[in-house]
């Protein structure tokens, strides 16, 4: 059996892939393009949320916000980690980020205004991330499975605190209400985004389907998400965003109107509304950290230099 044959049938047989088996090349691109993608999402996406720490209305709220961006970090770092098993180094991913080569979640470029934003967030931004996640913990890496693993334990936590933020405002007083209501207007569409084009425009779904990266498309994931938050809009009591949705009996799913693809292609293409905020903020923090990963890296030369000289 040569080496692709026996990838194949590992894969065929949901034999997780480990680090140092062997894997075509292109697999392993496209892993570390998807993978260093989404570590990308997570440390971004701490900043819209991450600007509301100081102004949460209640202390009770401000810890809650702060350990759940606390935890995108969290998890931006097992992804890195996941992506650096695939023989690249984690400044390497960075700069490519930071230069405009590497992408991260469309979403993220868009600024969070009130209060009910970050309730949207919670709810919509990490619903949909979990939606894509819990099919990705079968992917076919093993260590990107197992981040994945822990990530949507996490993520569950956050779409529910999200939730329970719309709760509260949507039955509050006319204006926590209208509040809500912009809130899931605005960031209604750009959630269906981040599931990606179409599948018949989607550059990468086949192979990643065909090599078990990607479990499900990014069409099918879209509608799980477009049905359970139908039903969820319900119980909030507010008005769907969409007006041409409408519950198809036939397929067993809700049918929806069409999704606005230039907005999607001007905000990955760096022309959103905050992509370039987003980028320099990261860029400025990544340089104010210097000192501590060359403190890091100091420490780490002075234990190795002192256990040589122990052995001698
Ligand atoms: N935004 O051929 P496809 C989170 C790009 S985590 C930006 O369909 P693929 C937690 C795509 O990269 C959210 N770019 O690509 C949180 C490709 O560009 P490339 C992140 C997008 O990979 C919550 C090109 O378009 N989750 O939110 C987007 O097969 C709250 C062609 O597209 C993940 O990353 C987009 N929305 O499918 C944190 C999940 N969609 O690389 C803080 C893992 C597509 O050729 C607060 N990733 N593109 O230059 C995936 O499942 C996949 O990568 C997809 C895209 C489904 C995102």
């Not at 619903?127 to 992917?139: E, F, P, Y």
């Not at 230039?262 to 959103?272: K, P, Q």
Request: with cysteine; charged share 25%.
């Amino acid at each position: 059996m040569t080496p692709e044959q026996n990838f194949m049938r590992k894969i065929e047989a949901e034999e997780k892939i480990e680090p140092k088996d062997w894997m075509p090349d292109a697999y392993r691109k496209n892993l570390v393009r998807q993978v260093s993608q989404h570590a990308h999402s997570e440390v971004i996406g701490m900043q819209p949320e991450g600007n509301w720490i100081t102004r949460a209305p209640s202390l009770r709220r401000k810890a809650i916000l702060l350990s759940k961006v606390q935890d995108e970090g969290g998890h931006g770092l097992y992804l890195y980690s996941a992506c650096e098993t695939l023989g690249v180094a984690r400044e390497e991913l960075v700069a490519a980020m930071q230069q405009g080569i590497a992408k991260y979640a469309s979403i993220f470029n868009y600024p969070a205004q009130t209060w009910a934003d970050v309730g949207a967030i919670g709810w919509l931004v990490d619903g949909a991330a979990i939606v894509n996640q819990v099919s990705l913990q079968r992917t076919s890496y093993g260590p990107y499975s197992r981040a994945m693993i822990r990530i949507c334990k996490e993520e569950s936590f956050h779409q529910r605190q999200g939730f329970e933020i719309m709760l509260v405002l949507a039955s509050g007083s006319p204006e926590q209400q209208a509040m809500a209501q912009d809130a899931l207007n605005r960031f209604y569409w750009p959630s269906l985004m981040m599931f990606g084009p179409h599948d018949a425009e989607s550059a990468h779904s086949a192979r990643s389907m065909q090599w078990k990266i990607k479990r499900e498309t990014n069409d099918d994931l879209r509608q799980k998400f477009i049905d359970q938050t139908a039903e969820q809009v319900k119980v909030l009591g507010l008005t769907h965003p969409d007006r041409d949705l409408k519950w198809n009996a036939e397929r067993g799913h809700y049918d929806s109107g069409d999704i606005d693809w230039d907005e999607f292609y001007n905000v990955i293409n760096g022309n959103g509304h905050a992509n370039r905020q987003r980028l320099a903020h990261h860029i400025q923090a990544h340089e104010e950290g210097a000192w501590v990963r060359e403190a890091m890296s100091a420490y780490k030369a002075r234990r190795k230099a002192l256990t040589a000289q122990q052995a001698a």
